[in-house]
């Protein structure tokens, strides 16, 4: 990457949740990471590894327990509201479900419009020619901005959530699994457009994603995340082409491959994921993270 | 060799829309056949008509063609014709069905033990102390760590690997001949799948059973099809080997499908992302 400055830069990020009797979920561990400019960072993990808590907490949609957040050199970690609306246009995410993110009563067209009239920018714009052109940019119609979510299906319904994303021209837009939702032909053709709308608006992306073949093809940097910490962060190809922890390797071998020759014989595991809650007093022993090459950075195993 | 199951100019349909038209295909014993496809391409419908589940509650109609399933004594029997009570003989005893969502197909106040239990001992008679011991059978079959302790736990104490594995274990219980599994591991974490994918091509062996899949994953298709029935908006469009359909895929639609297909290790030797290659077909 480029000595410029992060975009946004997270610092011990934790995040616990109290579940009763005094036990605690810990869901993020003290993660740190950045996200450059026109870069997309990947987080892998399976379910339950703080994947999504992460992006949540990153948009300021939860309250970290502890860590900080920094926007374009802003500390937004514990910003006042009002303070927060004018970065938040910065900050934009997508959820997988494109279905749960739209009000059925509501046209389309409106739901893109929501955003500019919130932020207050309605009075300066032309909000219809600027809704109109969104769903050009997405790949919809001008004519579309009149229909209900039901009329759509649902790669279109998600290239309607993207467009309301990009509504404010954000730097930084969160896809939280946005394209997993998606049959494969539909979803190749979503994640095309982000990649062209990245290059075209300069974008930069925090793809959450627990699909590993998906993940290589839109993004520069990767994350992988295991029981709320990273243990391996580092450029694409190194986490691909060479994983250094054994839960990255892991899981690499553990994706299907959709060729019939390379069928491989895999041992049959029947270990699982250890439960993140921990009882009063105690947590999870604190990974740290060794650069083993330039960027590439390892958690040390026992 | 005669199928052991053979769907022939299978049509289902909801009211007015055709979800299955023309359906044909066969299953061999001891063969794994995936049947693939996008949503709504009528995948699952298949399956539910095969069990004769499509016509109870969701109000599908066969409308036409037969299902002929050659039963253990050697008859040959067109299961469209069967009677409710022929069927409910068949279904979990010959032909037995996973779903891809186990939490929803477990009852929540028994304990998982109780659940396979009474499979094994309303179709085939078992006492409850021989049913108990059919189920830690089938609970080591299916790989279950601990299986006595887990015999005694209810579905919420399981994660969702276990209770897939408990769902296999009640499908298994009484050797069907024929196993269906929709989507069985389209719910669980990758590392799971793998494990559950695994246990499926083991079983196989270990069992006799065909296993007919239903699936949108063609990852999980090369892994464990031996034969493969491609499917979009209601018809087959393609039916081959795996090794044909993947490496010399005859029709535009599953070439298309194959090419959006995200693929591990696609990106070697390169940096930045890059788009698909997407091939057009005519819809």
């Not at chain 1, 896809?175 to 998606?182: M, N, P, R």
């Not at chain 2, 008509?49 to 029997?77: A, K, N, Q």
């Not at chain 2, 079959?141 to 601990?146: A, F, G, Q």
């Not at chain 2, 897939?164 to 929709?182: E, F, N, T």
């Amino acid at each position: 990457m480029t000595a410029e400055a992060p975009l946004i830069e997270v610092e011990n990020l934790t995040k616990h949740f109290p579940v009763g009797g005094g036990a605690v979920v810990h869901a993020v561990e003290k993660v740190s990471l950045t996200v450059g400019h026109r870069e997309t960072l990947a987080v892998v993990g399976e379910s339950g590894c703080g994947k999504s808590t992460l992006a949540h907490l990153m948009i300021r949609l939860l309250k970290p327990t502890s860590g900080t957040i920094n926007l374009d050199g802003t500390d937004i970690t514990s910003m006042s509201n009002r303070a927060m609306r004018e970065n938040r246009r910065k900050l934009q995410i997508i959820f997988q479900d494109p279905f749960a993110s739209l009000d059925p009563r509501r046209p389309v067209g409106k739901a893109v419009a929501e955003p500019l009239i919130v932020h207050g920018l309605a009075k300066d714009i032309d909000v219809d020619e600027t809704v109109a052109e969104l769903f050009e940019k997405v790949g919809l119609t001008r004519d579309m901005v009149r229909q209900f979510p039901h009329q759509f299906s649902g790669g279109q319904r998600q290239r309607i959530c993207i467009a309301r994303a990009l509504a404010l021209r954000p730097q930084l837009v969160i896809a939280d699994e946005a394209v997993s939702a998606l049959d494969v032909s539909i979803q190749a053709q979503v994640i095309n457009l982000m990649m062209d709308l990245q290059s075209e608006m300069g974008l930069s992306f925090l793809f959450i994603s627990h699909d590993l073949a998906v993940v290589e093809r839109v993004s520069h940097r990767v994350a992988v995340m295991y029981l709320g910490q990273i243990v391996e962060l580092g450029p694409r190809a190194a986490i691909f082409e060479n994983p250094q922890h054994s839960y990255t390797r892991r899981l690499l071998d553990a994706v299907p491959v959709a060729d019939p020759r390379v069928r491989r014989d895999r041992p049959l595991m029947t270990d699982e994921i250890p439960s993140p809650v921990w009882a009063p007093g105690t947590g999870p022993a604190h990974v740290n993270l060794v650069e083993h090459d330039p960027g590439h950075f390892v958690a040390v195993e026992d | 060799m005669e199928p052991l199951l053979s769907v022939r100019n299978l049509t289902v349909t909801f009211g007015s829309f055709t979800a299955v038209k023309d359906l044909s295909f066969d299953i061999h014993e001891g063969q794994t056949l995936a049947v693939v496809g996008e949503s709504g391409s009528g995948k699952s419908v298949t399956a539910l008509s095969i069990m004769r589940l499509v016509e109870l509650g969701t109000r599908g109609e066969i409308e036409g063609g037969e299902i002929l399933f050659r039963t253990p004594s050697g008859d040959v029997i067109d299961l469209v014709q069967q009677s409710e009570s022929t069927m409910r003989d068949i279904r979990g005893n010959q032909i037995s069905m996973i779903f891809q969502e186990p939490l929803t197909s477990l009852n929540p106040v028994f304990t998982v033990g109780n659940q396979v239990a009474e499979a094994v001992i309303l179709h085939q008679g078992l006492s409850k102390d021989e049913a108990r011991e059919r189920v830690l059978e089938t609970f080591r079959l299916v790989r279950i760590p601990d299986p006595e302790q887990r015999l005694d736990q209810y579905p919420h104490e399981l994660s969702g690997g276990m209770r897939q594995r408990v769902m296999i274990a009640m499908a298994l219980s009484c050797d069907p001949k024929i196993l269906i599994a929709d989507e069985p591991t389209t719910a669980l974490d990758v590392t799971i799948q793998a494990q559950i994918l695994g246990l499926m091509r083991d079983l196989r062996e270990q069992t006799g059973a065909a296993v007919l899949i239903i699936t949108h994953d063609m990852g999980v298709v090369a892994e464990v099809a031996d034969e493969v029935v491609v499917m979009n908006q209601s018809r087959l469009v393609e039916r081959g080997s795996v090794y044909d359909v993947f490496e010399n895929p005859a029709e535009d639609y599953t070439r298309a499908l194959l090419a959006s297909v995200p693929r591990l290790g696609s990106m070697a030797g390169t940096t930045t992302p890059s788009p698909f290659e997407l091939v057009e077909y005519e819809r």
